[in-house]
């Protein structure tokens, strides 16, 4: 089993698609999808799915990736969480060096916001084996006012 534990990177477009409704991140149908070292993240460019490529590909994956189990808005003091459950591609042949969060609501990729994406580093890859991502204990992304 590929076992990593992350924490992200939000897209500058994340917070323009909240303040014109675009994402509705309790209700609507939040995606996590694994793509390849050919694509090169721009957090502040990139605002929407149809600018991500190099997906990956392979036995155990779909496109489009897997859906984001129980998301849920925490607000605690001064902070606001964005929380769902851990993902995870058993039984998988892929490798993929970024995951990347977004809304799969709306009809097409030009109009599905991107929320976060995440680094490993480098590529990591599962053979017939669980690729599976734990989550920061904090959640997927904080947000603070001071």
Do not use: C
């Amino acid at each position: 089993m590929v076992h990593i534990a992350i924490t992200h990177k939000i897209y500058r477009g994340f917070f323009e698609s909240v303040f014109n409704k675009e994402i509705d991140f309790d209700t609507d149908t939040i995606k996590v999808m694994l793509v390849g070292a050919g694509y090169t993240p721009d957090q502040a460019a990139h605002r929407y799915k149809s600018a991500v490529t190099s997906e990956a590909s392979g036995p155990g994956y779909t496109a489009g990736g897997v859906t984001l189990g129980t998301p849920q808005i925490v607000g605690s003091g001064s902070t606001v969480t964005l929380k769902g459950d851990n993902i995870a591609w058993p039984s998988s042949t892929i490798s993929g060096r970024y995951l990347v969060i977004y809304d799969a609501t709306p009809g097409s990729d030009a109009q599905r916001p991107l929320i976060s994406y995440v680094d490993f580093g480098e590529t990591v890859s599962s053979t017939s084996a669980t690729f599976q991502a734990t989550w920061n204990a904090l959640g997927l992304l904080s947000v603070s006012v001071a």
